[in-house]
T-cell receptor
Framework: DQQVKQNSPSLSVQEGRISILNCDYT??????FLWYKKYPAEGPTFLIS?????DKNEDGRFTVFLNKSAKHLSLHIVPSQPGDSAVYFC???????????????FGKGTLLTVNP | DTAVSQTPKYLVTQMGNDKSIKCEQN?????MYWYKQDSKKFLKIMFS???????INETVPNRFSPKSPDKAHLNLHINSLELGDSAVYFC??????????????FGPGTRLTVL
């Protein structure tokens, strides 16, 4: 059961343009949503997050939008740079087994390629 | 200084063997995790420890046994390795588990290949 889905395995964008990465989820009990970026042969690194009570969070070139009614979030990168080329994972944070601890549920990732 | 380190980076072994992967974090975090990224690229949590106590234990075969000698270390021991265990295993740490917005710091991963 895929609770977090990233339906586009890859995305190619020209340098300077906007990159839009999408993520859908099924569990309305998720409290936070996070984006991680991963370069080859490295572990994922945290990029940006958003609380389920917000609809937008911005950090420099990165903005995450949340549409709770559609159970959809997106990451916008503008302007895109070649160094942004990486795999981007969407993750949702929810309580583990209904208790007080949290766990992250990840999507499969989207490979972003920014062409110079 | 590496924040979260794992050893070895690559591990190639035969079916039926027992192997261990070590993880150390120098961030002073209370919580550590093991994730598995399989061939379908899903990154799935296996275990989590908070201050040496097992907090999360997903549906994982009991051939996998995590051990946390102190809060800076979380090792993963795998008995009787099977072909399906081939994957990349990531260790991670975070400040606390009792927060929905807990940013996790990942190690570089250990690529395990079972022949």
């Amino acid at each position: 059961d895929q609770q977090v889905k990233q339906n586009s395995p890859s995305l190619s964008v020209q340098e300077g343009r906007i990159s839009i990465l999408n993520c859908d989820y099924t569990n309305s009990m998720f409290d936070y949503f996070l984006w991680y970026k991963k370069y080859p042969a490295e572990g994922p690194t945290f990029l940006i997050s958003i609380s389920s009570i917000k609809d937008k969070n911005e950090d420099g070139r990165f903005t995450v939008f949340l549409n709770k009614s559609a159970k959809h979030l997106s990451l916008h990168i503008v302007p895109s740079q070649p160094g942004d080329s990486a795999v981007y994972f969407c993750a949702a944070s929810g309580r583990y087994s209904g208790g007080s601890n949290y766990k992250l549920t990840f999507g499969k990732g989207t490979l972003l390629t920014v062409n110079p | 200084d590496t924040a979260v380190s794992q050893t070895p980076k690559y591990l190639v072994t035969q079916m039926g063997n027992d192997k261990s992967i070590k993880c150390e974090q120098n961030l002073g975090h209370d919580t550590m995790y093991w994730y598995k990224q399989d061939s379908k690229k899903f990154l799935k949590i296996m275990f989590s420890y908070n201050n040496k106590e097992l907090i999360i234990n997903e549906t994982v075969p009991n051939r996998f046994s995590p051990k946390s000698p102190d809060k800076a270390h979380l090792n993963l021991h795998i008995n009787s390795l099977e072909l399906g265990d081939s994957a990349v295993y990531f260790c991670a740490s975070s400040q606390e588990l009792l927060a929905g917005n807990n940013e996790q710091f990942f190690g570089p991963g250990t690529r395990l290949t079972v022949l």
